[in-house]
């Protein structure tokens, strides 16, 4: 009984891992695809159906080529081989008997010759259509034969014996390629849209909004924590009720304001508006109140000023909730769009942010779409190191909540 219990539980357990691992593979494929896109040729993302990883076509050096030739597979009696493309747009004529149109022969166009000449060029009917007559040499014999269609193949020649040949259509043939990695695309889009300048905005935007954030949040979550003054409690509740304010409510008078100070273009208009936050002041605030009134009133007792008390006891405490505003803030700060929009102008690429810079792009290289990706890849890669390094903190900030002290 206790061996098939084990065994049922086994079971569950695998059931649920599959299905979560399936889940989490079906999430993380964009995200792969478009890490894998970023490193192909332009020609390689257009390719149907997609691939993942990044191709490149292969080609060799042939003796009287001024450039090297690409090499595609060629099926002879059987055999795969990898053949070079010489001659990609040979025209070949499709010649039938006019008396036995099922019998056809394809022949180079410049093989055959007009029967009666260029000016009075014999014809025939084949399957209720007139086409022209050309004589043709097939098997040694020349014969009379009506031309019922044309196409276009390539001349292909084995590298080991250039005396081999194979005509071809190249659109149906297949490359040989070789999974390899174009790593100039980021370069590329970095020289096309300066995005080192709008990573370097961002950055220093980004660091500048977080620690700004973690100032006012622990200071004004350690007064409402702990400080008594009169109207404490009706001021947090006021601070508090204006995350419910839409930010679109904001905007314009936030713009005119910008445009009073004179910050309209400026990087300073991305940062001091947004370094208050009630969010922040709120989470400080709870995380505050959880620490035993005991230690404060020991620290006061020994000597300890507020300002001591709160570098040395509440903020090595608060761990946890810092690591959470830090990744939340870093995250929203990081991927900011509209704001941005709204009051740096889109010519200024000197203070462009990656979100700015990334939908100018979108328009700039639309007919490439490795560059796009590659432009994503820049701003989506460091919010998603950090959160991978803080989740673990904000994941202990919720587990402890749960638990009283």
């Given at each position: 009984?206790?061996?098939?219990?084990?065994?049922?539980?086994?079971?569950?357990?695998?059931?649920?891992?599959?299905?979560?691992?399936?889940?989490?593979?079906?999430?993380?494929?964009?995200?792969?695809?478009?890490?894998?896109?970023?490193?192909?040729?332009?020609?390689?993302?257009?390719?149907y159906p997609p691939r993942l990883l990044p191709r490149t076509a292969l080609t060799i050096e042939m003796p009287g080529?001024?450039?090297?030739?690409?090499?595609?597979?060629?099926?002879?009696?059987?055999?795969?081989?990898?053949?070079?493309?010489?001659?990609?747009?040979?025209?070949?004529?499709?010649?039938?008997?006019?008396?036995?149109?099922?019998?056809?022969?394809?022949?180079?166009?410049?093989?055959?010759?007009?029967?009666?000449?260029?000016?009075?060029?014999?014809?025939?009917?084949?399957?209720?259509?007139?086409?022209?007559?050309?004589?043709?040499?097939?098997?040694?014999?020349?014969?009379?034969?009506?031309?019922?269609?044309?196409?276009?193949?390539?001349?292909?020649?084995?590298?080991?014996?250039?005396?081999?040949?194979?005509?071809?259509?190249?659109?149906?043939?297949?490359?040989?390629?070789?999974?390899?990695?174009?790593?100039?695309?980021?370069?590329?889009?970095?020289?096309?849209?300066?995005?080192?300048?709008?990573?370097?905005?961002?950055?220093?935007?980004?660091?500048?909004?977080?620690?700004?954030?973690l100032t006012t949040s622990v200071l004004g979550g350690y007064a409402f924590a702990r400080l008594r003054f009169p109207?404490?409690?009706?001021?947090?509740?006021?601070?508090?009720?204006?995350?419910?304010?839409?930010?679109?409510?904001?905007?314009?008078?936030?713009?005119?304001?910008?445009?009073?100070?004179?910050?309209?273009?400026?990087?300073?208009?991305?940062?001091?508006?947004?370094?208050f936050s009630a969010y922040g002041t709120f989470l400080m605030r709870q995380f505050f109140l959880s620490i035993p009134?005991?230690?404060?009133?020991?620290?006061?007792?020994?000597?300890?000023?507020?300002?001591?008390?709160?570098?040395?006891?509440?903020?090595?405490?608060?761990?946890?909730?810092?690591?959470?505003?830090?990744?939340?803030?870093?995250?929203?700060?990081?991927?900011?769009?509209?704001?941005?929009?709204?009051?740096?102008?889109?010519?200024?690429?000197?203070?462009?942010?990656?979100?700015?810079?990334?939908?100018?792009?979108?328009?700039?290289?639309?007919?490439?779409?490795?560059?796009?990706?590659?432009?994503?890849?820049?701003?989506?890669?460091?919010?998603?190191?950090?959160?991978?390094?803080?989740?673990?903190?904000?994941?202990?900030?919720?587990?402890?909540?749960?638990?009283?002290?």
């Amino acid at each position: 009984m206790f061996k098939s219990y084990r065994l049922i539980t086994m079971l569950r357990r695998t059931a649920v891992y599959l299905v979560l691992t399936v889940f989490a593979l079906a999430m993380l494929f964009p995200f792969a695809y478009m890490l894998a896109t970023s490193f192909k040729e332009p020609k390689d993302t257009f390719r149907y159906p997609p691939r993942l990883l990044p191709r490149t076509a292969l080609t060799i050096e042939m003796p009287g080529e001024d450039a090297p030739l690409p090499l595609y597979y060629v099926e002879i009696d059987g055999e795969r081989r990898e053949f070079a493309l010489v001659e990609s747009n040979i025209r070949i004529g499709i010649f039938a008997d006019p008396d036995n149109p099922n019998e056809t022969v394809e022949r180079p166009l410049t093989d055959a010759t007009p029967k009666g000449g260029f000016t009075n060029q014999e014809t025939a009917v084949v399957n209720d259509k007139e086409v022209p007559i050309y004589q043709l040499e097939v098997a040694g014999v020349m014969r009379d034969l009506a031309l019922v269609g044309q196409t276009a193949l390539g001349r292909f020649v084995d590298p080991q014996d250039p005396s081999v040949t194979v005509l071809q259509n190249v659109r149906l043939s297949d490359p040989v390629e070789a999974i390899t990695a174009r790593p100039q695309n980021y370069s590329d889009v970095v020289a096309l849209q300066s995005m080192d300048r709008s990573l370097t905005n961002t950055v220093l935007v980004t660091l500048a909004v977080v620690f700004g954030t973690l100032t006012t949040s622990v200071l004004g979550g350690y007064a409402f924590a702990r400080l008594r003054f009169p109207g404490r409690d009706n001021l947090f509740v006021f601070y508090l009720g204006t995350i419910m304010i839409p930010f679109v409510v904001l905007v314009t008078p936030m713009y005119q304001l910008m445009v009073m100070i004179g910050w309209v273009n400026k990087i300073a208009s991305l940062v001091i508006p947004w370094i208050f936050s009630a969010y922040g002041t709120f989470l400080m605030r709870q995380f505050f109140l959880s620490i035993p009134k005991e230690i404060e009133e020991a620290a006061f007792i020994d000597g300890a000023s507020r300002l001591q008390i709160l570098l040395r006891i509440f903020l090595p405490a608060s761990t946890p909730a810092l690591a959470t505003l830090t990744t939340f803030t870093f995250l929203y700060s990081w991927n900011s769009f509209f704001w941005p929009l709204v009051v740096i102008n889109t010519g200024n690429t000197s203070n462009h942010v990656l979100t700015l810079s990334l939908n100018v792009l979108r328009g700039r290289a639309s007919d490439s779409p490795n560059l796009i990706l590659a432009g994503a890849a820049i701003a989506i890669l460091p919010p998603m190191i950090i959160y991978i390094f803080g989740q673990r903190f904000f994941v202990e900030n919720a587990a402890s909540s749960g638990v009283k002290g």
